[in-house]
């Protein structure tokens, strides 16, 4: 079978489970965390497909082997998905994390998971802005889950903002818990962290401001380095870039060991760390992970497409243009975290390597090449989602915070994006034809 064939195969089978699943779901729809309906306590007893695996603290990982489940037309139906749940991404600076809080808060919109927006993350700091303090930390994700509990109807709560973990603040939530994270080479993390704290502090110095409406006058959000007039800021942040000021930021605490430090919790180690998690993403293969992720956990092509918010290439100097001494001090005091890489690595390639096993490298390796097409297709219409949004009629929001162009990154365009996934869905159908009128989303959503 040529490989256009089996992408063309996965993409009407995953159509099948996108049916099947809206037709057995619970009547959550489409909806975000903006509902101001007064619920029960977000600690009440739920209930979840996932339970207690050998790894502590992760929850039973939903194989193919396990559950039956793999895009094939041989498999049953429908897949096993573990969402609506509780989960918690641990979204740790410059891996990527901005792009995977873009899913996960898309996965919250498919399910309905309320997840803790800007608001509720300022309630969990504000009672800890001068250092590390067990409780207030815990006292404020209290505050925090207490506030979204007295204003939302909804059942499951998700953290997927820039919280270290703490299994203390894991505890106020209903069990089972899942738990995700990402990591990425720690080289390249660090100067990558660099930039984005140059270009943001340069950008706030000439009247950017973060959090402000993009309709408002002077340069706003979402993002100083990455929309709108963004050559201004990052050729300002560049000019004062040097192997000095790099070498200062290395040498900086916070920059040690930073992805461990925000994931392990209260355990210590680099493996127990991981073990806490049922998935972990390596950023330098960000769309494999994915597709792995959607194929693992029984998810659709629209739960995990996304328009990237923070492209930079060519833009600044990346490790390969560093002296080599400065790049092997920044590894010398990151070792807990190049061995987390690694690890994370390692754990990616055998979640890979069981669903070969379990449906065949074909299968599995057409799902990544129609994933890849169809962000081809998001970024050719959607990079401009600004101009989408009001050719066709869209005041906002922008974002899945729910308030227009606010600083809030998380699903950029996300109107824009799923138009063109459904669309892109919509096209495999009509050629493939035996699935026709399984989904909706053939005008604009």
Request: proline share 5%.
């Amino acid at each position: 079978m040529r490989p256009a064939h089996i992408a063309l195969g996965v993409v009407l089978i995953l159509l099948i489970v996108a049916l099947t699943r809206t037709l057995n779901a619970p009547d959550h729809g489409d909806r975000s965390s903006s509902s101001s309906s007064k619920a029960a306590s977000l600690s009440s007893s739920s209930s979840s497909s996932s339970s207690s695996s050998s790894r502590p603290g992760a929850s039973q990982h939903l194989l193919p082997t396990q559950h039956g489940w793999c895009p094939n037309p041989g498999s049953p139906f429908p897949a096993v998905n573990p969402f609506p749940s509780n989960f918690w991404y641990v979204k740790t600076y410059k891996t990527g994390s901005t792009t995977l809080s873009s899913v996960f808060n898309s996965i919250c919109q498919h399910y309905g998971v309320v997840w803790l927006k800007w608001d509720g993350v300022k309630l969990v700091f504000q009672l800890n802005d001068k250092g590390p303090k067990p409780t207030q930390f815990q006292q404020g994700m209290q505050a925090a889950i207490d506030k979204v509990a007295n204003s939302s109807d909804f059942k499951y709560t998700a953290i997927t903002s820039h919280i270290p973990y703490s299994e203390q603040a894991a505890e106020l939530f209903s069990r089972p818990l899942m738990r995700f994270t990402s990591v990425r080479h720690p080289v390249a993390r660090v100067h990558s962290h660099f930039i984005q704290t140059l270009c943001f502090w340069t950008a706030v110095r000439q009247g950017w401001k973060p959090f402000a409406p993009l309709n408002t006058s002077g340069p706003a959000g979402p993002s100083a380095c990455d929309s709108g007039d963004d050559s201004t800021y990052m050729q300002l942040a560049t000019a004062n870039d040097t192997v000095e000021h790099r070498y200062d930021f290395a040498r900086k605490h916070f920059q040690q060991n930073l992805m461990y430090w925000y994931m392990r919790g209260d355990v210590r180690g680099v493996e127990a760390a991981a073990d806490q998690y049922d998935f972990i993403f390596v950023s330098e293969r960000m769309n494999e992970a994915l597709v792995i992720f959607m194929l693992q956990y029984g998810l659709t092509y629209e739960d995990i497409a996304y328009l990237p918010s923070k492209v930079r290439t060519g833009k600044y100097k990346t490790a390969k243009d560093m002296p080599q001494h400065l790049n092997d001090y920044i590894l010398s005091v990151n070792q807990h975290d190049m061995q987390l890489w690694t690890l994370a690595n390692t754990r990616l390639d055998e979640k890979k390597a069981e669903l070969i096993d379990a449906c065949g490298a074909d299968i599995v390796s057409a799902a990544l090449e129609a994933f890849e097409q169809l962000l081809d297709e998001i970024r050719a219409e959607c990079s401009d989602y600004q101009r989408w949004y009001e050719e066709h009629g869209f005041d906002g929001p922008y974002t899945y915070s729910g308030s227009p162009g606010i600083g809030d990154e998380s699903g950029l365009g996300f109107r824009c994006v799923r138009h063109v996934t459904r669309r892109f869905i919509a096209g495999a159908r009509s050629v493939g034809g035996s699935t026709a009128g399984a989904l909706p989303g053939k005008g604009i959503v």
